[in-house]
Structures are given as structure tokens and as C-alpha cells.
């Protein structure tokens, strides 16, 4: 038994599909940018440049309170 193939059928299967590509190209732009942000805190953490902010106020105060 021979199956008819409509245009139709294709036409809506490429363009389905053109839908899914775009959705895990948007999927994949944000997974890309997570990994960035993961890489650049991981960097930070081994360059020891991570500031803690309530050692700087309290730095601070110390410098204020001595002038």
C-alpha cells in the first residue's frame, strides 16, 4: 500500500520544525550566557577578586571615624 505524500504535509512539517529550531536557538542563547556567567564568577572566585562588601563598609567606617 502506497502512501500519498502531500505538499501541505511537508510545507507544515518544515515550517513546524522551523519553530522548534528557533525556540532551542533562543534556549540555547541563554544556556550560553548562564554558562558565561558561571565561568566568570568561577574566575573571580579563583582570582580571590570577589570583594566583600560588609568588610569594605566596615573599612570604611574605620577611615572615616579616625579622620
Known amino acids: ?6 505538499v501541505t504535509d511537508i510545507v507544515e512539517t ?9 525556540k532551542l536557538q533562543q534556549k540555547m542563547f541563554f544556556i ?14 579563583e582570582q580571590e577578586t570577589v570583594l566583600d562588601i560588609r568588610e569594605q563598609m566596615h573599612t570604611k567606617m574605620i577611615e572615616e571615624d579616625d579622620e
Do not use: G, H, P, S
Not at 518544515?14 to 528557533?22: A, D, I, P, S, T
Open 1 to 6: 500500500m502506497a502512501k500519498l505524500i502531500l
Open 14 to 22: 518544515k515550517l513546524r520544525k522551523e519553530k522548534e529550531l528557533e
Open 32 to 45: 550560553k550566557k548562564d554558562i558565561e556567567v558561571t565561568n566568570m564568577c568561577i574566575q573571580m572566585i
